[in-house]
């Protein structure tokens, strides 16, 4: 079992930075793989970023890549998404994911937190 809370979200403008943030606990945390999702109004739920259980794997959706950099330190149960650039189509509530496999597909992760919004104003 993993539980997951995620943190950073807020208010930028366009062209600023945030870092998200994603805490998690359960003792299986360093073998998971990590994703970030977001959900805009009206809109699916799309895969952001993942990062295998190592951190030698990342993934990241052609949207945000050059923008967004995912990274965990599994020594303090954490997961990072630092997101640069951003744009008012940004816009989201972002979500933390748990899973076996660095994958793009919901139904591949097992946990998921909360949620964090960011809204991007132009």
């Known amino acids: 079992q993993v539980q997951l809370v995620e943190s950073g979200g807020g208010l930028v403008q366009a062209g600023g930075s945030l870092r998200l943030s994603c805490a998690a606990s359960?003792?299986?945390?360093?073998?998971?793989?990590m994703g970030w999702f977001r959900q805009a109004p009206g809109k699916e739920r799309e895969f952001v970023t993942a990062?295998?259980?190592?951190?030698?794997?990342?993934d990241y959706a052609d949207s945000v890549k050059g923008r967004f950099t995912i990274s965990r330190d599994n020594a303090k149960n954490m997961v990072y998404q630092q997101m640069s650039g951003l744009k008012p189509e940004d816009t989201a509530v972002y979500y933390c994911?748990?899973?076996?496999?660095?994958?793009?597909?919901?139904?591949?992760?097992?946990?998921w937190g909360q949620g964090t919004q960011v809204t991007v104003s132009s």
């Open positions: 994911a748990a899973g076996g496999i660095v994958s793009h597909l919901r139904h591949d992760y097992d946990y």
């Open positions: 359960g003792r299986t945390f360093s073998t998971e793989a």
């Open positions: 990062i295998s259980w190592s951190g030698g794997t990342t």
